[in-house]
């Protein structure tokens, strides 16, 4: 059961929700809805602001960490528009595919199934432990098919990962004891040259070298935070956290815990600290495996607690190993500690006496397995919101280039840039807004706002606020053209201005800022202009821990302004080279387009998850009633869609024309489909807009009206609308068009 506070929390978080759900919503559909005057309307979005600012003063983390966007239950209602000329008009399509046909995958076998709910989830009732809710599910991005919700088996998904970067970690042979170890993470990072962490680099040696050596089946988890939730009696319940320096699960010699102190007296407090992280990790074994096995009738609470004493408190006298590398002259008898006479080659012999040659519990092989998955998916499953132990919190699983960007590349060092790059759909925005989240949290009490973030397109402006959401009051997110107005005020409409004069305006701006930032974030960097990047090193304070991010791809550089990032930089960069927006069918589509300069990333660029999905549908039409019929041809997809219980706001048309053409294009669509460009993205509408306003977002469904196909230029084109797609890709052109897209080089030359 929930205490009164937390269910206090999550009713104060529900009502803040609904207050910034009612600022997004166009202000005549609330009028509608709610049946009020356009003046009674705005003293409705005015008590709605007063709700959210109080919110941020009381309790700031109530919003953030309960219950947002991602798990709200959507309406199905749709505004009443006219129907009547749509039903009955059918495009003049060459293609021999019946209605019923369209967007049923063969591989897939739900795909007949009646749809409910597209694309959301209906809130869960809250468990009674929140660590219990990390065995659920997890959030992916790329859906299978068009009733996806995204949920995937929380188990299967982290084994998934297992066996492709560990090959054979789980083989059990009873004969034959020996195996690999995996240090996870694979290196150490030295954040500084301290004692403390020079201390953790020497015990990791160690133990790599000693697994190494006897051939230990073992992963080696490294500075790993543990949070557990603690009911004792009738006492209210309070979460425990702890930080174990080592940890590690064997496949023979089950549980074993390192702490590494430079201080030989902190030798006691160190005995203190392991007991306690032990009791952490057995209360947090516990509930994983108690929800982990709730539909198994063979394994009750009380088998399943004694199996987790047996493991964590009986497999060694002691509550684990302290290293201490100065102490030259320790206790005589203290087999806890690892001294200074134990380095060295002499740590081999202490490994033989004191793990091979100790007393070990038999470990079964799904124990072992249930081990791993638990601890390695701590470390690559992050929910969507700030706290790990949030109930009924969405996750998501992070690739292993996206756990390195976000947890161990330090912050930047000296005049350095951070460049990293990536395809798109490989989570470079998600991770911007991650590590803008964990760092604005530390800013609460600062009314100053001292981060940055920046990118080009207004579109990707809105939907990264959106997700920040009352962070938004900690982070300035501004685009390129946005920044130029802030510093000059005295600039009635920066888009009036030239590319030149926006250039120099720039350089001016780097020359002498107006105003700096700790931490500088770039999304889209390859769409900037001018001497952006002199630009952003004159904003930014350099200090410890401030981080100066520039994430791209130069591969969508379709901006006409875009300068794209220099090849030297590009070679230098991060890499991520793991796709987990798009499906395999999508992604086997567009990865012919993608180049890359980084012989890191080069060639090895692949989807992340193993959702086939659904088939890329190619729809063609003669180039005149491409032109004459667009509009109809537009609404009778979106029918179709509309028919499978698609919702309006997962369906997103693109085109390749201006932005005042799209607007045309909106207007005439407007008296049969509710839809809006893409900085107004709302339930019950459709999206309309052009690819390149459209870039840095996505849509589970894209249809992708007479793209470019007749040279060479059109490849980034290509590659920027297709990749928008989570799920279902319909491409309307000509049948050339089809042929070419197809093709291996995927255009055609005129």
Request: hydrophobic share 30%.
């Amino acid at each position: 059961m929930s205490s009164p506070g937390e269910v206090r929390n999550v009713k104060k978080a529900k009502r803040i929700q609904s207050a910034s759900q009612l600022l997004d919503n166009d202000e005549n559909v609330c009028c509608t809805e709610k049946g009020e005057t356009p003046q009674r309307n705005r003293k409705t979005k005015t008590k709605a602001k007063k709700t959210i600012l109080q919110a941020l003063e009381n309790n700031e983390d109530v919003y953030d960490n309960c219950i947002r966007d991602e798990t709200k239950e959507i309406t199905h209602d749709k505004p009443v528009f006219n129907q009547d000329d749509s039903e009955d008009y059918k495009p003049n399509m060459d293609d021999d595919s019946s209605d019923d046909e369209i967007y049923n995958d063969e591989d897939s076998g739900d795909n007949d199934s009646e749809v409910s709910d597209i694309g959301t989830d209906s809130e869960d009732e809250e468990n009674e432990d929140s660590t219990a809710s990390l065995c659920n599910d997890i959030q992916m991005i790329a859906l299978d098919s068009l009733d996806d919700g995204g949920s995937k088996d929380y188990r299967e998904e982290v084994m998934e990962k297992l066996h492709g970067y560990y090959p054979g970690w789980n083989d059990w042979d009873e004969e034959n004891q020996e195996g690999k170890t995996y240090m996870i993470p694979r290196m150490f990072e030295l954040k500084a040259r301290e004692k403390g962490y020079e201390a953790e680099h020497q015990l990791f040696n160690l133990i790599a070298n000693a697994g190494d050596h006897f051939k230990e089946p073992m992963f080696v988890f490294h500075g790993k935070a543990v949070t557990s939730r603690i009911i004792e009696g009738s006492q209210p319940s309070h979460y425990q956290n702890g930080e174990i320096d080592f940890f590690v699960i064997h496949k023979v010699y089950g549980l074993i815990f390192f702490e590494s102190k430079t201080n030989r007296k902190k030798y006691e407090n160190a005995k203190q600290q392991l007991k306690k992280n032990r009791d952490i990790v057995m209360n947090h074994i516990y509930k994983f495996l108690l929800h982990l096995r709730s539909d198994s009738e063979s394994n009750s609470n009380n088998k399943i607690k004694s199996t987790i004493e047996d493991l964590v408190y009986r497999s060694y006298p002691q509550d684990g190993f302290i290293f201490v590398p100065d102490w030259e002259n320790p206790p005589p008898h203290d087999l806890q500690g690892i001294f200074k006479k134990d380095l060295g080659d002499n740590f081999l012999q202490w490994w033989q006496e004191q793990i091979k040659d100790g007393k070990h519990l038999e470990m079964k092989k799904e124990l072992f397995e249930d081990l791993v998955v638990c601890f390695y998916g701590m470390t690559h499953v992050r929910p969507l919101g700030s706290e790990i132990n949030a109930v009924n919190r969405k996750m998501v699983m992070l690739t292993n280039g996206q756990y390195t960007t976000l947890y161990r590349v330090r912050p930047t060092e000296r005049d350095h840039t951070v460049f990293i790059g990536g395809p798109a759909g490989s989570g470079k925005t998600f991770l911007i807004i991650q590590k803008v989240k964990e760092i604005a949290r530390t800013y609460k009490k600062k009314k100053q706002k001292k981060i940055l973030v920046l990118c080009f397109n207004k579109a990707l402006r809105e939907d990264i606020c959106k997700q920040l959401g009352a962070l938004t009051t900690l982070v300035d997110v501004k685009t390129i053209d946005a920044l130029i107005q802030s510093e000059f005020p005295s600039v009635k409409n920066v888009t009036h201005l030239s590319p030149e004069e926006k250039k120099d305006k720039i350089q001016s701006m780097a020359d002498d800022p107006k105003r700096t930032y700790q931490h500088i974030f770039v999304d889209e960097g390859q769409d900037l202009y001018g001497s952006w990047e002199e630009m952003i090193c004159s904003m930014h304070e350099m200090g410890e821990g401030h981080y100066r991010w520039v994430f791209f791809d130069n591969n969508q550089n379709v901006q006409i302004q875009g300068s794209g990032i220099s090849e030297e930089d590009e070679k230098e960069s991060i890499p991520l080279n793991e796709v987990v927006r798009n499906t395999i069918n999508i992604f086997d589509l567009c990865k012919k387009y993608y180049k890359t300069n980084n012989y890191l990333a080069s060639g090895k660029v692949s989807v992340y998850h193993r959702i086939t999905g659904l088939r890329v549908f190619f729809e063609h039409h003669g180039e005149a009633d491409l032109k004459l019929n667009r509009h109809n041809n537009i609404v009778y997809i979106v029918n179709r869609l509309d028919k499978k219980t698609v919702m309006f706001s997962d369906i997103c048309v693109l085109i390749n024309t201006n932005q005042k053409d799209a607007k045309k294009l909106r207007e005439d669509l407007q008296a049969k489909i509710p839809c809006v460009s893409c900085e107004n993205r709302t339930t019950r509408y459709i999206t309309v807009d052009t690819i390149r306003r459209f870039k840095g977002l996505d849509s589970k469904v894209v249809v992708l009206y007479d793209p470019p196909y007749k040279s060479e230029d059109c490849i980034q084109l290509l590659y920027t609308a297709m990749s928008r797609s989570c799920c279902l890709l319909h491409i309307v052109t000509t049948e050339e068009g089809c042929k070419a897209i197809q093709s291996e080089r995927g255009y055609s030359y005129c």
